[in-house]
């Protein structure tokens, strides 16, 4: 079962920062939070994941708000290969739980 | 380094016939999972081998499905037989370790008739 909550879609222009949202109110204390995108007839794809501090890497960072009830993807500098779903899952350390995720439009 | 694979890539079958899928995760992961991706919806957990042994088959339809992982590598997922239903794609994905990062392969895609 899901226990997270994410627009179904969004666009963004090519070259702007895409900001996906993200909301986890039962969040536990100890559970990350996840990030993984799909593009189209791949695999799911490892982003990014946290606990309670903001997270970068060479593809997106993670917000993580104070009460960790939500959280923001950001993609610096969208391209059209950004173009995908990208799920925002809970962990509880036993399984993923996938939603049905944000399909990100990014636009020339 | 080189990622999970799995094969095929495309299977097509008529109902009740029955079908297997290979995975081969990422060497050292010790944790594989299985998923079924509906279309629409979201990966969902199938079962969870650690190493050679189930660690979780809750989701597993287990008078239709089977799966293995017998040399603690790679891994078999089995439907036998095929219902209309089944259709979607497989995914396996590997983990180092439980509770680590998972990454997946690129899937099967399975279509019964």
């Known amino acids: 079962d899901a226990k997270t909550t994410q627009p179904p879609s969004m666009d963004c222009a090519e070259g702007r920062a895409a900001n996906l949202p993200c909301n986890h109110s039962?969040?536990?204390?100890?559970?990350?939070v996840y990030w993984y995108r799909q593009i189209h007839s791949q695999g799911p794809q490892y982003i990014i994941h946290?606990?309670?501090n903001n997270e970068t890497n060479e593809m997106a960072s993670l917000i993580i708000t104070e009460d960790r009830k939500s959280s923001t993807l950001i993609l610096p500098h969208a391209t059209l290969r950004d173009t995908a779903v990208y799920y925002c899952?809970?962990?509880?350390?036993?399984?993923?739980?996938f939603g049905t995720g944000t399909s990100l439009t990014v636009i020339p | 380094e080189a990622g999970v694979a799995q094969s095929p890539r495309y299977k097509i079958i008529e109902k009740r016939q029955s079908v297997a899928f290979w995975c081969n995760p990422i060497?050292?992961?010790?944790?594989l999972y299985w998923y079924q991706q509906i279309l629409g919806q979201g990966p969902k957990l199938l079962i969870q081998?650690?190493?050679?042994?189930?660690?979780?088959d809750s989701q597993l339809p287990k008078d239709r499905f089977s799966a293995e992982r017998l040399k603690g590598v790679d891994s078999t997922l089995k439907i036998q037989p095929a219902k209309l239903e089944d259709s979607a794609v497989y995914l396996c994905?590997?983990?180092?370790?439980?509770?680590?990062?998972?990454?997946f392969g690129p899937g099967t895609r399975l279509l019964v008739l």
């Open positions: 060497s050292g992961h010790a944790t």
């Open positions: 899952i809970v962990y509880t350390g036993n399984q993923f739980y």
């Open positions: 039962t969040i536990s204390g100890n559970e990350y």
């Open positions: 081998f650690q190493n050679n042994g189930v660690v979780d």
């Open positions: 994905a590997s983990s180092l370790w439980r509770k680590e990062t998972q990454y």
């Open positions: 946290g606990l309670k």
